[in-house]
């Protein structure tokens, strides 16, 4: 069947880490900077991971109580036992869960991600070769304009202008799409009289 790639808003979302060795210090630096409300419960923790600010930080042995009141859930242990185990509690309550290294345990899975600004693009193989999404990674990286963010930045706020002059929904498409490709092959950001022209070509 596969994984469908939503994306899901996860500032101040609740999260749980069960385990904070090399990598559960991998799954908090990908989830840090998108803002959620993480807590991570081990008994022996890697330095680095106290050093990250924004977590909470249990060093004790998990129970099962931890992820009540949980959007999701990271099992990051070098216990397959309690990593099945916390499988099952999440399970059980409709709770996300991801159990590293095992993706028939995993509601979700990570997948390799390039942000820049507000470009967000999630990459995945299914579980079959993380190596190979890191790669194509890169090379989609290597096509992305160095001015993505400036680009769209402006692609944003030229939409309600185009919404208000072009009332066909083909055209007002159309003139959109035209907009974007033309700062993608040109990488640059068309200045007020330029756009100006462009919009009157649409909605004459």
Same mark, same amino acid.
């Given at each position: 069947m596969g994984y469908f790639p939503f994306f899901v808003e996860l500032k101040d979302t609740p999260g749980l880490i069960v385990g904070a060795g090399r =990598?559960?210090?991998?799954?908090?630096?990908k989830l840090i900077d998108?803002?959620?409300?993480?807590? =991570?419960v081990a008994k022996e923790f890697d330095s680095r991971v106290k050093e990250i600010q924004?977590? =909470?930080? &249990?060093?004790? &042995?998990?129970?099962d109580s931890d992820i009540e009141g949980k959007s999701f859930v990271?099992?990051?242990?070098?216990? &397959?036992?309690?990593?099945?185990?916390?499988?099952k509690l999440c399970s059980e309550r409709h709770i996300p869960v991801n159990v590293v290294d095992d993706k028939d345990k995993c509601s979700f899975i990570f997948?390799?991600?390039i942000r820049?600004?507000?470009l967000n693009i999630g990459i995945s193989s299914g579980g079959a070769s993380p190596a190979m999404t890191m790669l194509l990674a890169d090379r989609i990286t290597d096509s992305i304009p160095d001015n993505i &963010?400036?680009?769209l930045d402006y692609l944003e706020e030229i939409r309600p202008k185009a919404k208000e002059l072009i009332e066909d929904d083909v055209r007002r498409s159309r003139f959109l799409a035209y907009m974007a490709g033309l700062t993608l092959k040109e990488n640059r950001v068309p200045d007020e009289e330029e756009t100006k022209h462009c919009l009157e070509k649409y909605y004459k």
């Open positions: =990598v559960g210090l991998h799954k908090i630096k998108y803002g959620p409300q993480l807590t =991570v924004g977590i =909470v930080c &249990e060093q004790r &042995e998990f129970t990271i099992a990051a242990t070098q216990d &397959e036992q309690l990593n099945a185990h916390i499988y997948p390799s991600v820049k600004g507000n &963010e400036g680009i």
